[in-house]
């Protein structure tokens, strides 16, 4: 099993089958849009343009869990994420990664890394799962580890 075996609800009634990065280095994060990470979108975004062409690929899950801070519908979600970062990589449906509503796909890669002192849950808003091209999960990283501090790991990922 691998996250290539998941699908992903797109905003609206679609579906992303995960198997359609295969081949691909993923990043996939929990975001929401008033967090005091936010800012974080910045950084995403300059990974997401300056390694997407060599096959790197994130992967934002809207979520609501932590302190109500992304109350929006996937429209608000999508236009706040344009208008302040102008993010340009796919954002999902939002979803829960935590408890008995938590997404497949977040079960999945919080039984694959766990996070400090072997905790399983996710602590808050922009954990990011770092995905290799077979579709293993190879690291976790909490919200307080910006995206500019996984470029080497990208890199290296990607040259493998």
């Known amino acids: 099993m691998s996250v290539f075996d998941f699908t992903a609800k797109l905003p609206g009634d679609g579906q992303l089958p995960l198997a359609e990065h295969k081949g691909k280095v993923l990043l996939i994060v929990n975001t929401a849009s008033k967090c005091g990470f936010t800012p974080q979108y910045k950084g995403l975004e300059s990974l997401y343009g300056k390694y997407?062409?060599?096959?790197?690929?994130?992967?934002?899950?809207?979520?609501?869990?932590?302190?109500?801070?992304?109350?929006?519908?996937?429209?608000?979600?999508?236009?706040f994420c344009s208008l302040n970062y102008d993010v340009s990589?796919?954002?999902?449906?939002?979803?829960?990664?935590?408890?008995?509503?938590?997404?497949?796909?977040?079960?999945?890669?919080?039984?694959?890394?766990?996070?400090?002192?072997?905790?399983r849950?996710?602590?808050w808003n922009f954990t990011k799962?770092?995905?290799?091209?077979?579709?293993?999960?190879?690291?976790?990283?909490?919200?307080?580890?910006?995206?500019?501090?996984?470029?080497?790991?990208?890199?290296?990922?990607?040259?493998?």
């Not at 997407?52 to 236009?79: M, R, T, V, W, Y």
């Not at 935590?98 to 999945?108: F, K, M, S, T």
């Open 52 to 79: 997407h062409d060599q096959g790197f690929e994130i992967l934002a899950f809207p979520c609501n869990q932590f302190g109500a801070q992304e109350p929006g519908d996937a429209e608000e979600i999508k236009n």
């Open 121 to 123: 849950g996710i602590k």
């Open 129 to 160: 799962f770092l995905v290799d091209r077979s579709g293993k999960v190879v690291a976790r990283h909490g919200p307080q580890v910006k995206p500019e501090a996984l470029e080497k790991d990208i890199e290296r990922l990607l040259k493998a």
């Open 89 to 119: 990589f796919p954002l999902m449906a939002k979803v829960d990664v935590n408890g008995a509503d938590a997404d497949p796909l977040w079960d999945y890669l919080k039984q694959q890394q766990s996070g400090l002192m072997g905790s």
